[in-house]
């Protein structure tokens, strides 16, 4: 039976979470703004589902591991165990060896977050998912993680390939980890060259393609192509998940209740559903960051978690339901992805968007979904209507940042929100502003001279022409 949450046995364990503690932290002040040409240069301090863009030009990753499970010595339970780390580090300073200790010491328990209570298999669906560790000072980790069943004759146990890098591009690292698990199936060893040639391969610009030359025995001479995506800011999610679970009205009323930063919980049975479900809901949020807790898939151990007072978005697998139930909770919206229900609600979340606006998303949602069939497309078609949402509601923020002597910005609150006509716009705009969304974005706006050039600043730009364009004909039409 599933322990209690909150619980943890044996010393093992106990240390890991003592060493997650230092990366499973609330996230600091910063926000990450558009930009991904400028990325590269300076990654931005970004809540941890924010992940960072990049240019081009950085390594791929930091580690490949292999988690495997691991007979206690006491007991008939198991422990998640690296059993393969590549590259070994060797001649760190003092404070990189604790924190790569740290970091090694937190992954197993992401990588089966499931609990230690296992038995030896003979089929087990291969699954892919992610987690994000960030550390106090801000910096960022991504697990990329493929979970299956290693090749072999008669029950065995799963084993868990994770990738560590500091980029975020989910399509492109499930290809990557493709790649690792054919080699696998030959030998460890043939794992190495490859690995090795990615980790010397510059990760590619937006919209560009990296090749890698490969030898596999008996295959011969193999050329990987990875392309990145040309559209930066959508290459971390995957939507199609969250669209078979939800129906456009649900994710509307969960787009809403994180637009007011409240408790999130998503309740799955499979780890793939809960990781990409999860990133995809933080996501809709572009161009701003989740600023609170954030845990994709919440390790059995941490689900004391639910209990938190301040806001959070996390993943809790469905055999832990009554655990989740149990625990003493206030405004949470329960989302059950096996069932596509809400469990539990605040009662408002279909009022909380002005009425105009949200029918503007559900037309623009279920226009045209037929016709969208690579994954690219599917992003952009879903994500599309919320970034304009924000585009008509806080899209002239730009306008009322004024700037003093210094150069440094001051954001006009009160003239902002009443140069917006529709009074429904202005009462959510007024609750919005209060937010941690708002306030870390409009504080980098504030510091920053020009607006970056990134997707929504063009979006800003392409509404404000059509707007022109409205006016125009309206008078010609006089």
């Known amino acids: 039976m599933p322990r209690r949450p909150g ?6 364990v106990g240390g890991m979470l003592r060493q997650v503690r230092g990366w499973l932290s609330r996230t600091p002040a910063g926000s990450a703004q558009d930009g991904p040409g400028e990325a590269a240069k300076e990654p931005e301090r970004a809540p941890e589902h924010c992940l960072p863009t990049f240019a081009g030009g950085q390594h791929f990753f930091e580690y490949l591991l ?9 007991g008939e339970d198991y422990e998640p165990t690296i059993t393969y780390q590549f590259p070994k580090r060797e001649n760190l300073l003092r404070g990189q060896q604790e924190e790569e200790e740290r970091l090694l010491s937190a992954i197993p328990l992401f990588c089966f ?8 298999l003979t089929e087990y669906p291969r699954e892919t998912f992610s987690f994000v560790l960030t550390n106090v000072d801000g910096s960022r980790k991504i697990g990329y993680c493929r979970r299956l069943l290693p090749a072999g004759r008669g029950p065995r146990l799963p084993k868990v390939y994770c990738i560590i890098s500091c980029i975020g591009c989910f399509g492109l690292f499930s290809k990557i ?5 054919k080699r696998h199936q030959i030998s460890m060893a043939v794992i190495y060259p490859f690995m090795q040639g990615l980790r010397e391969a510059a990760f590619p610009a937006p919209g560009r ?12 001479t193999e050329f990987i192509s990875l392309t990145r995506p040309l559209d930066s800011h959508l290459e971390h999610v995957d939507f199609s998940s969250l669209l078979r679970c939800l129906s456009f009205e649900q994710i509307l009323q969960l787009f809403a209740s994180a637009v007011l930063e409240r408790r999130i919980i998503f309740l799955a049975e499979g780890l793939s559903t809960l990781s990409q479900c999860i990133h995809a809901a933080a996501a809709l949020l572009y161009p701003f960051s989740w600023a609170h807790t954030y845990i994709p898939v919440v390790p059995e151990s941490l689900l004391a978690t639910v209990c938190c007072p301040t806001p959070f978005m996390v993943g809790v697998q469905m055999r832990f339901l009554q655990e989740v139930l149990d625990s003493p909770m206030e405004e949470v919206l329960l989302v059950n992805l096996c069932e596509g229900t809400f469990l539990m609600s605040v009662g408002d979340e279909k009022d909380i968007l002005p009425p105009k606006l949200q029918e503007d998303i559900l ?11 690579t994954p690219e497309q599917i992003n952009e078609h879903v994500s599309g209507p919320f970034v304009q949402f924000f585009v008509k509601t806080v899209g002239h923020y730009a306008s009322y940042i004024r700037r003093e002597a210094g150069g440094r910005g001051r954001f006009q609150e009160r003239a902002f929100y009443k140069a917006l006509p529709s009074k429904a716009n202005r009462r959510f705009v007024k609750k ?5 969304l708002f306030s870390l974005f409009i504080q980098e706006a504030e510091k920053s001279k020009n607006p970056p050039a990134g ?15 409205k006016k125009s004909k309206g008078k010609s039409v006089k």
Do not use: C, H
């Open 363 to 373: 037309e623009s949602l279920s226009q045209g979904m037929e016709e969208q069939q």
């Open 209 to 220: 393609t990296v090749t890698l030359k490969s030898f596999i025995p008996d295959s011969g």
């Open 113 to 120: 977050p499931d609990g230690n209570e296992w038995a030896p």
């Open 455 to 469: 997707y929504f600043q063009r979006k800003i730009r392409d509404y404000e022409e059509q707007k022109k364009q």
């Open 66 to 74: 292999v988690v495997s499970l691991k007979r206690k010595r006491s």
């Open 7 to 12: 619980t943890v046995e044996g010393p093992v």
């Open 432 to 436: 919005f502003v209060k937010t941690q």
């Open 177 to 181: 980890l493709d790649e690792v698990e």
